[in-house]
């Protein structure tokens, strides 16, 4: 079965310092990966994806993710946080046997400190 | 461009009573989703649709869960009778269809439902 795994509840991070936030996959064939924020009472919101190509992947607000075949990971990256950063940040892997639907991790929550 | 709509934002009922939201898609998206969002997990899957079709309900209790998207735009999520388990955040998202871009799905601000 495909699934993520987010293997921290939360991040604790200092204004300007850089974070990562984990996400490892397990799927048959090449992964579809993608990041969303998700900010109090709101929605979604799509921050970058990986279908193919490289490994590094620019997204919006700042935000990278590195793609690494070998450890099936997906962290997502940036260099220098904000206190505005501060949110729940879901990884998803699209379902290649069920025609589309996402598959999502149970999130991360992160908080960062002026 | 305008993104996913959906109302209501809120809504607060009792045990045995019907609910309804809606959603409208981005325009042109042709593949729309219903998504449930407990607290402190990851959405899952409860339908999508191909414009008027349902192509994945398999995830949808059908004993209470109804959904409809009559003219391939619009859908309706219902539920009926609403049990205290069904508080959580009811999603739609929509997306293009264009598998070549992995076709990104964008999502709506969600409904929030209560049951009590």
């Known amino acids: ?114 | 461009e305008a993104g996913v709509v959906q109302s209501p934002r809120y809504k607060i009922i009792e045990k045995k009573q019907p609910v309804a939201f809606w959603c409208n898609p981005i325009s042109g998206h042709n593949t729309l989703y219903w998504y449930l969002q407990n607290l402190g997990q990851g959405p899952e899957l409860l339908i999508r649709y191909e414009n008027e079709e349902a192509v994945d309900d398999s995830q949808l209790p059908k004993d209470r869960f109804s959904a409809e998207r009559l003219k391939g735009v619009d859908s309706t999520l219902k539920i009926q009778p609403a049990e205290l388990g069904d508080s959580a955040v009811y999603l739609c998202a929509s997306s293009s269809g264009d598998r070549a871009s992995a076709d990104t799905q964008y999502f709506g601000p969600g409904t929030r439902l209560t049951v009590l």
Not at chain 1, 26 to 35: A, D, M, Q, T
Not at chain 1, 69 to 75: E, G, I, L, N, P
């Open chain 1, 1 to 114: 079965a495909q699934s993520v795994a987010q293997p921290e509840d939360q991040v604790n991070v200092a204004e300007g310092n850089p974070l990562t936030v984990k996400c490892t996959y397990s799927v048959s064939g090449n992964p579809y990966l993608f990041w969303y924020v998700q900010y109090p009472n709101r929605g979604l919101q799509f921050l970058l994806k990986y279908i193919t190509g490289d490994n590094l992947v620019k997204g919006s607000y700042g935000f990278e993710a590195e793609f690494n075949k070998s450890q099936t990971s997906f962290h997502l990256k940036k260099p220098s946080a904000l206190v505005s950063d501060s949110a729940l940040y879901f990884c998803a892997v699209r379902d290649t046997n069920q025609g589309g639907k996402l598959i999502f991790g149970q999130g991360t929550e992160l908080s960062v400190k002026p």
